[in-house]
């Protein structure tokens, strides 16, 4: 349980970082909150030569807004995510989920560059920035660039970043639709999610159900339909399933879950904000018992509706 040895360096600007970044080579490591790359030290399965600490560069930690975007440092932590009053109002999505995310210890130390950029698909906030379809803006050895959530989780923890290039910003345009929801299913109440469902919008993006967070294509595709036809369609739910990518340390009992698109109903046709949808996971338990879970969410409707705080 002691790292490997590694040279020890600390950043005191984005300029700074990305130097020691390029001096460092393909052996060098960004270290932020530290909270996923530490236990890999640990464990010696990430063995960097080079720490290249970023976790005190202050110029990238904020949440704002920007030419339509609520825009948010990669180093705010998640903590700092959860409280954020702009983040309350415009994406509580976003807020509501990584005030989900560990305990809090994890959510003062960790920050939502290290999320994405570690790509755990079991992490919350890589399937919250793909349902906001959020874009990352990064500086590295040659230049600046923007990727798009949807281009930057490339298999499992593995990422469009290229050796010394830094995450700085992650960009996220207002949602048109403000129904947001995100279900994560726990063994215990802090531990990472065996299955989870981010849902903004008709946008939806699944935690543990692949290699990387994916869109639940086939609901969002059912989401989008008029509600008249979504009511029509229901014997035949546009239904999501899969086993939970990485089972077998946090989800010994579970087998597959479905995340479907199960109800959809207009109590009005003449007034969209009633519209509904309705999520359910499932989860087979010892053959018999269903454990089952439901969310609803509302889109088109108010910004923040009253049902969609007591989920989680
Ligand atoms: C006990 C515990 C419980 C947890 N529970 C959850 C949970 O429920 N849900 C969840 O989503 N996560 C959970 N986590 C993970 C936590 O959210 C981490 O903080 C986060 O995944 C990594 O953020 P970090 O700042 O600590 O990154 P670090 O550990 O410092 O870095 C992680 C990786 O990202 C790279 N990196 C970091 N910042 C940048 C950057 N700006 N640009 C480029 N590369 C960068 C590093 O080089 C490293 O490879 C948990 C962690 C622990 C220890």
Redesign the pocket.
Known sequence: MIPAPFTYKRASSVDEALDLAAQAGEDG????????????MKLRL?V?ETLID??RLSE?SYVREDDGHVVVG??T??DELARSDLLGSELPLLAHAAG????P???H??????????A?P?????AVALALRATFR?RGPSGSREIAAGDFFLGLFETA?LPG????EIRIPRPPSAGWSFQ?F?KRG????IVGVAVQGANVALVNMGATPVRAAAVEGALSRPAWARAKRRPTQPTVQARPMISMARAPTASTWLVSLSGARSRSRRREPDRWAQFLTQRPVSGSCLARRSASVRWRGTKRPSNVTAWA
Do not use: N, Y
């Open positions: 490591k960004f270290l932020a909150g530290g909270h996923s790359l530490m236990p890999l990430a960097p970023i976790g990238l990669a180093l932590t998640h989900q995310v560990g305990d210890q994890v959510r130390c960790g920050t939502i560059g290290g999320s994405l950029a570690h755990d079991a992490a919350d906030l890589p990064t970043l290039e830094l995450l700085t994560k726990t802090i531990d990472w999610a």
